[in-house]
């Protein structure tokens, strides 16, 4: 019986011991705001804050595309820059207007945000996160929509913050200059098939993050009906292909972080 106690105990003492542990996390939200506060002060200082959306992607793939695969993404920069965490995923940008029920992301689940409450959503979270510590907030957006109104809000608190040092830096390689639908091209697939909402391009990547997100039983050619919200051919998309093309993200970002940083 005492043999069975001790190794309770002992049991209990390692447990405890494990979760006092600060986890190896680059999430912030996965931190208590002690361990962030210890973070920033031995050089912890940049903060990725990543927006994603909340839209239709036809009838194989969900909503949350974006979410899933920027948070990989962000994963990958924050850990390769050595020096960052990574906001709360933003799920709620402009996607259209609420009225307009026809058009490319307009369809049942989709989520939009107006662009000046987008805007504003951006800029108090830059704000809250310089008043706590941080003094480079790297905006990256998973979608088209969500750029014009990071690189507005990053133009205008730099210029405010132009005798502090705290700096937005906005990211729009990443979305846009990762060649990643080119190099599809490269391997031989039209322009038509690679897509330009729903293709091959964003099929891989899920397929590559975490495929229990695709309903492989709905991949067809453009959706395989009218109206579907699929613009390409998702069906010849490949986990392979998504693990280039989330590389090629990466990369495309680190670069320009690192030129942005450099000035």
């Not at 793939?61 to 995923?89: D, Y």
């Not at 107006?114 to 979608?143: C, Q, W």
Request: glycine fraction near 10%; proline fraction near 3%; avoid cysteine.
């Amino acid at each position: 019986m005492k043999a069975l106690i001790l190794t309770v105990a002992a049991g209990l003492v390692i447990s405890a011991s494990a979760s006092a542990q600060t986890p190896n996390t680059v999430f912030l939200d996965e931190l208590t705001w002690m361990e962030v506060a210890d973070k920033i002060d031995a050089g912890t200082t940049t903060i990725i804050v990543a927006t994603a959306g909340t839209e239709q992607n036809g009838p194989h793939m969900v909503l949350g595309k974006h979410k899933f695969i920027v948070t990989e993404t962000a994963e990958r920069i924050a850990r390769a820059l050595g020096n960052a965490l990574v906001a709360p995923i933003v799920t709620y940008v402009p996607e259209g207007t609420v009225e307009r029920t026809e058009g490319n992301r307009q369809r049942t689940g989709t989520i939009t945000l107006p662009n000046e409450h987008y805007m504003k959503l951006l800029e108090y979270t830059a704000r809250s996160l310089v008043a706590g510590g941080f003094s480079d907030i790297v905006f990256i957006g998973d979608s088209g929509g969500n750029q014009r109104g990071m690189m507005s809000v990053a133009a205008m608190l730099n210029e405010e913050w132009s005798a502090r040092e705290a700096h937005v830096h906005f990211v729009g390689e990443y979305y846009s200059g990762h060649g990643f639908r080119e190099w599809l091209q490269e391997q031989g697939h039209s322009v038509q098939d690679v897509g330009s909402h729903a293709g091959m391009v964003d099929t891989s990547q899920l397929l590559f993050v975490n495929a229990r997100h695709i309903r492989t039983d709905k991949l067809a050619p453009f959706g395989g009906f009218e109206g579907s919200g699929v613009r390409g051919d998702p069906s010849k998309a490949s986990a392979e292909y998504g693990r280039v093309g989330i590389q090629m993200k990466v990369d495309a970002a680190l670069r320009q972080i690192s030129e942005l940083m450099a000035r």
